[in-house]
């Protein structure tokens, strides 16, 4: 059972503050689940949640476990649908999503029931687009209500599934697809961002499934796949200040 109110229990300012920080920003299976369906990741969550406004406050909401625990719900509205933030900012290792650094997350308990949560591997199954994927995903786990907490580390395994599923939806090359066209071309990671756009790092997030490529990128890739001899004329083109040095 929990109990409403109408007023915020907890500071937008510092909410915001609190989810900010990609690596340390933690979530909820539940959380990670329904973002997917957006085709939300960490960053897409963490850019959302940057743009509240109190006009987008809906209710704030005792947890299920506790009658003590507020959480405020915020509906913000964004281009893939209006995401729905459940949030309490304050730094306990009980706390649904919170700015706390693995190493600090023991022992946490759920924000269903109050339980005690253990630490494991088990099956998580992503939505997006009518296309689905299963994988193992690490976390704190609570056996009677099924619900799950999960650190940054732990959301960069669901990030690169959602960027799979993403990849397959929107007609974008896969991560070994990315690789094979690069090894084909001859050009380190570093070489390939320089002269196909994206910058030093990006190719290595690209194969780590880290990152999409855009669809400019990816029509470069499948043209350089189709004739090879293409990138010549990239070697020719001006460098900019960044690629030179």
């Not at 609190?18 to 850019?47: H, S």
């Not at 476990?65 to 959480?71: A, V």
């Not at 933030?85 to 190493?103: A, E, F, G, H, V």
């Not at 990315?178 to 390939?192: S, V």
Request: proline residues 7%.
């Amino acid at each position: 059972m929990t109990t409403e109110k109408r007023k915020p229990a907890h500071d937008l300012r510092a909410s915001k503050a609190a989810f900010a920080d990609l690596d340390n920003f933690n979530g909820t299976g539940t959380a990670v689940r329904g973002a997917a369906a957006l085709g939300f990741g960490r960053a897409e969550i963490v850019a959302a949640i940057q743009t509240m406004q109190p006009s987008n406050f809906y209710k704030s909401m005792t947890a299920y476990g506790s009658q003590h625990i507020w959480h405020d719900v915020y509906h913000v509205p964004s281009e893939a649908g209006t995401f729905t933030l459940n949030s309490r900012p304050i730094p306990r290792p009980d706390t649904c999503c919170c700015r706390l650094k693995r190493k600090t997350m023991s022992n946490p308990h759920c924000p269903k029931t109050g339980a005690p949560m253990q630490r494991g591997l088990r099956p998580m199954t992503l939505d997006y687009k009518g296309a689905q994927m299963t994988f193992d995903m690490p976390g704190w786990y609570c056996d009677s209500s099924e619900e799950s907490i999960h650190t940054g580390e732990d959301l960069k395994i669901s990030d690169r599934a959602l960027n799979r599923l993403k990849a397959e939806a929107d007609g974008l090359p896969f991560p070994e697809e990315i690789k094979r066209i690069r090894g084909k071309l001859g050009l380190t990671q570093e070489q390939a961002g320089e002269l196909i756009g994206g910058g030093p790092r990006a190719f290595q997030k690209y194969e780590a499934g880290e990152l999409l490529p855009s669809r400019a990128i990816a029509s470069v890739l499948a043209l350089l796949d189709h004739d090879p001899s293409g990138i010549e004329i990239l070697r020719t083109r001006p460098q900019r200040s960044w690629q030179r040095k």
